[in-house]
């Protein structure tokens, strides 16, 4: 079965960065869109950023625009999420996600998710 599996969470103080890895398998991945969602405590899992399958398209959600980058590399079925200028309010479980269209991001697939937390 398709699986997708994130990597690269951990704690931050505000201000650092951290960069997400999301490795798909068993998925013809150049034919997806890929995107990152995340969830924290209490609130609903929220759009963060999507990418188009062949990465000549990006997509982000207002409040990390020009903090962070999604990419892509289609020879190693791998997305990534470069986030920096980390704020207290970027905390969350971070979710890699596969779907065949990219507006609105419609998951297909989801991966278990990687924790964030950013504090001093």
């Known amino acids: 079965q398709v699986q997708l599996v994130e990597s690269g969470g951990g704690l931050v103080r505000p201000g650092g960065s951290l960069r997400l890895s999301c490795a798909a398998s068993?998925?013809?991945?150049?034919?997806?869109?890929m995107g990152w969602f995340r969830q924290a405590p209490g609130n609903e899992r929220e759009f963060v950023a999507a990418?188009?399958?062949?990465?000549?398209?990006?997509r982000y959600t207002d409040s990390v625009k020009g903090r962070f980058t999604i990419a892509r590399d289609n020879a190693k079925n791998t997305v990534y999420l470069q986030m920096n200028s980390l704020k207290p309010e970027d905390t969350a479980v971070y979710y890699c996600?596969?779907?065949?269209?990219?507006?609105?991001?419609?998951?297909?697939?989801w991966g278990q998710g990687t924790q964030v937390t950013v504090s001093s």
């Open positions: 068993r998925l013809t991945f150049s034919a997806y869109a």
């Open positions: 990418i188009f399958w062949s990465g000549a398209m990006t």
């Open positions: 996600a596969a779907s065949n269209t990219m507006t609105p991001m419609q998951p297909s697939y």
